[in-house]
Nanobody
Framework: QVHLVESGGGSVQSGGSLRLSCAAS????????MSWYRQAPGNERELVAT???????NYADSVKGRFTISTDSARNTVFLQMNSLKPEDTAVYYC??????????????WGQGTQVTVLP
């Protein structure tokens, strides 16, 4: 019911930047929260940043001051601007959307994941 397509991952040297995008489509009445998570090998998936519909963004302590989450004006695409990247940022990054469908059903959708590799 809600389809997410991610793009923008890749490899970058330490200190570099990448920008991730995640476009939402489908039978969407309203998107309540858009978030980015990441999962490194052997680790659990962790929240990186989230942007609720009616409040300010929140960030994991490990990325504060380096990453910025934002949306387009239509609020159907979420971005993650990642600056000053470190090798420990290496992970698969997942987009997550919590929304209400046109049928008033709550959905919690995940993107397919995009690999971010930061080289020392």
């Amino acid at each position: 019911q809600v389809h997410l397509v991610e793009s923008g991952g890749g490899s970058v040297q330490s200190g570099g930047s990448l920008r991730l995008s995640c476009a939402a489509s489908g039978s969407i009445r309203v998107i309540n929260t858009m978030s980015w998570y990441r999962q490194a090998p052997g680790n659990e998936r962790e929240l990186v940043a989230t942007i609720p519909r009616s409040s300010s963004p929140n960030y994991a302590d490990s990325v504060k001051g380096r990453f910025t989450i934002s949306t387009d004006s239509a609020r159907n695409t979420v971005f993650l601007q990642m600056n000053s990247l470190k090798p420990e940022d290496t992970a698969v990054y997942y987009c997550n959307v919590q929304a209400l469908t046109m049928a008033f059903l709550p959905v919690n959708s995940w993107g397919q994941g995009t690999q971010v590799t930061v080289l020392p």
